[in-house]
């Protein structure tokens, strides 16, 4: 398969695996967001995948692929899993996907980028947290609204993860040579073989969710709960299959979704993929 | 979403949809034939159908999407969907998906367009019954080498499904306008928002089953057993959803797989999901 097929793929895989507490999975639905809107995500997103893997610039590829992925009615479904999922895709593209060469593509993100970056947000209906106090005028919830004062500040795409790589572990990916996401590509490949891959794929979910806090989740609910959630995760993992779903209906009663977790299981999953490590 | 992503998401939403008696969906797998088999399927028919989108002969779309479709350790998963979808698609591409520019697509189809489906077989471990007596040399199981035969008579694709549209319900439709997808088709809009979309392919996949027997079934097992599966699906759907899942169990217990309705039904969906009628 090619990159951008892995891609979907490892997004299909992501949603497929099952439990996954307090995420869409083929087994549970949210009130309004359910499987299916994730399939069609995954289709949706093909487009701009494919720009990533021809080479196109990291924030055209990204807008493409977010507008791509909204055209369900389940709102925003992949926007942080494509944020990882397109650099990567260029590494791979570029014959290149380890930790120098996806830091090396998101290091050569312009002014450009980051426009068509904050242009995304248009396009899904994105939880984002407040600004740095600094930075007000770079709000992502602004959407290309903010474009000209990105341009007036010449921040790249990679300075605007800079900015918010403390709260959110998708730019902190960004700014530290997608650590997590080549360690669950690690574990992946150490677990091929033993499950189906959306099922140790639902494993690594709940080992990263064990070993720090989901950044999605201390937006929404504060870092406390978020703490509480990780080691909650870490006795589902002690506590095998019964309290792993225990813990999946509690998450999902109390509306908590660590999303960032999910985004980066997404890309473990391509990087295991693309280097074979995983088949299906 | 273009047509060739329409098909994609028909492909998905069709096994994503449970129950499905004796086909693999979202809660039952086959001892070798996986859920996450029919999701690389999906992903790697993309080419194909994107071909066929653009107007790609239909022997030649086929071929890439079975040849995509394979790049998985399942074996076959769609090639019957794709052998409808390809023809729809192409019918889409042009702006008339209606039976009669279907049945256009496919009367139009040539020699070489029966070649490729012909070299389409070496590509997956297809199930095909004993060919008629007088074209033994058009036998499908011999891939690439009856090429010479079907130059040597002249026989277009549509020749091919001619030969076979007594006993194989896929051939059926392209020498009878595609006439149970659309029917699927008008009842799934009939369905649409009374339940998310892969639920009411679910119901539309039981409905096909009630109706005809199975010809997949047929050829396997016998037509006898075929119409028992047809009159156990009737009683299925007179007897509500307990009585779905007992007859889903038997079904996977006895090896019995009605592949030929699922097919109609994810034809069915990208017929639905093209004209705006079912949305996700």
Redesign the interface.
């Given at each position: 398969?090619t990159p951008a097929?892995n891609a979907?793929?490892a997004l299909?895989?992501e949603v497929?695996g099952t439990p996954k507490p307090g995420n869409v999975d083929?087994?549970r639905?949210l009130p309004d967001l359910?499987?299916?809107?994730f399939?069609?995500g995954a289709?949706?997103a093909?487009p701009g995948l494919r720009a990533a893997q021809n080479g196109a610039p990291v924030g055209e590829a990204f807008e493409q692929a977010v507008a791509g992925m909204s055209?369900?009615?389940?709102g925003n479904t992949q926007f942080g899993a494509l944020l990882l999922l397109v650099p990567l895709v260029r590494a791979a593209g570029e014959g290149d996907l380890t930790p120098d060469g996806v830091a090396r593509v998101v290091k050569n993100t312009t002014v450009e980028d980051a426009a068509n970056f904050f242009r995304a947000f248009d396009h899904a209906d994105v939880y984002v947290d407040d600004p740095p106090e600094d930075a007000e005028e770079l709000d992502a919830r602004r959407g290309s609204d903010a474009v000209p004062a990105v341009e007036e500040r010449g921040v790249t795409l990679y300075d605007v993860m800079e900015l918010g790589d403390d709260e959110d572990d998708v730019a902190r990916e960004w700014t530290h040579e997608f650590e997590r996401t080549f360690w669950a590509a690690n574990r992946l490949a150490e677990l091929a073989g033993s499950a189906?891959?959306?099922a140790i794929g639902a494993r690594v979910y709940l080992e990263l969710l064990a070993r720090e806090p989901d950044t999605f989740v201390a937006k929404q609910h504060g870092q406390k709960t978020a703490e509480s959630v990780r080691v909650r995760a870490q006795q589902a993992l002690e506590g095998g299959p019964e309290v792993v779903e225990a813990f999946a209906d509690s998450l999902v009663e109390d509306g908590i979704n660590p999303g960032t977790t999910a985004d980066i299981t997404a890309a473990g999953l391509f990087v295991a993929l693309a280097r074979g490590e995983v088949?299906?």
């Amino acid at each position: 398969m090619t990159p951008a097929e892995n891609a979907q793929l490892a997004l299909l895989l992501e949603v497929a695996g099952t439990p996954k507490p307090g995420n869409v999975d083929r087994d549970r639905d949210l009130p309004d967001l359910r499987f299916e809107h994730f399939l069609a995500g995954a289709v949706g997103a093909g487009p701009g995948l494919r720009a990533a893997q021809n080479g196109a610039p990291v924030g055209e590829a990204f807008e493409q692929a977010v507008a791509g992925m909204s055209q369900q009615e389940g709102g925003n479904t992949q926007f942080g899993a494509l944020l990882l999922l397109v650099p990567l895709v260029r590494a791979a593209g570029e014959g290149d996907l380890t930790p120098d060469g996806v830091a090396r593509v998101v290091k050569n993100t312009t002014v450009e980028d980051a426009a068509n970056f904050f242009r995304a947000f248009d396009h899904a209906d994105v939880y984002v947290d407040d600004p740095p106090e600094d930075a007000e005028e770079l709000d992502a919830r602004r959407g290309s609204d903010a474009v000209p004062a990105v341009e007036e500040r010449g921040v790249t795409l990679y300075d605007v993860m800079e900015l918010g790589d403390d709260e959110d572990d998708v730019a902190r990916e960004w700014t530290h040579e997608f650590e997590r996401t080549f360690w669950a590509a690690n574990r992946l490949a150490e677990l091929a073989g033993s499950a189906p891959a959306s099922a140790i794929g639902a494993r690594v979910y709940l080992e990263l969710l064990a070993r720090e806090p989901d950044t999605f989740v201390a937006k929404q609910h504060g870092q406390k709960t978020a703490e509480s959630v990780r080691v909650r995760a870490q006795q589902a993992l002690e506590g095998g299959p019964e309290v792993v779903e225990a813990f999946a209906d509690s998450l999902v009663e109390d509306g908590i979704n660590p999303g960032t977790t999910a985004d980066i299981t997404a890309a473990g999953l391509f990087v295991a993929l693309a280097r074979g490590e995983v088949s299906v």
